[in-house]
């Protein structure tokens, strides 16, 4: 993916000479921009007490299960056979839910993720469409991504516009 993203890039700064002399390129650090962006940081300390949330669950649980090994150990010697197994059935079952609760949770925080960050992308790269239009750009670049083979000066840094665009300071 990568490698062709390169090939595409190297493709167009080759054939760049060919394409009309009216063309204007700018670049913006597209992850520069998203770290300034205000609803950012909101997004991300909701992200952290969400995260802190599954996390105290999953401890409470895992502390129940050591609770619950130890307690096993502990009488293990002198349980039944029958006894013995039923308690390493729960045991398992204990470790599963556990182990399920990790996935689910994980899933979670992605999903959480995407809801919350979702807009702020969006907004950033409405922001990026306009101030190109404005500026009567034909390509934008972004620099964060490591593809961007030559930037010359007369390349347009968009990042101080968008900026302006929404608000940030």
């Known amino acids: 993916m990568k490698n062709a993203l390169r090939t595409l890039v190297l493709f167009f700064v080759l054939f760049a000479g060919s394409v009309s002399a009216q063309t204007k390129i700018g ?42 090994v130890a307690e096993y150990q502990k009488g293990s010697a002198t349980m039944t056979d029958i006894v013995r197994s039923t308690k390493e059935g729960e045991l398992r079952d204990m470790q599963q839910r556990i182990q399920n609760f990790q996935q689910l949770a994980q899933q979670e925080v992605q999903k959480k993720q995407k809801e919350l960050f979702q807009p702020i992308l969006e907004k950033a790269q409405e922001a990026v469409k306009n101030v190109a239009k404005d500026q009567g750009m034909t390509y934008v670049l972004d620099t964060s991504s490591g593809v961007v083979l030559y930037q010359s000066n007369e390349s347009i840094d968009i990042l101080p516009l968008v900026k302006v665009k929404l608000g940030i300071k």
């Open 27 to 68: 670049h913006i650090n597209f992850q520069q921009l998203l770290s300034v962006m205000p609803e950012r940081a909101a997004a991300t300390k909701q992200m952290e007490t969400h995260g802190r949330s599954l996390e105290e669950q999953l401890t409470a649980l895992q502390t129940d299960f050591q609770a619950k």
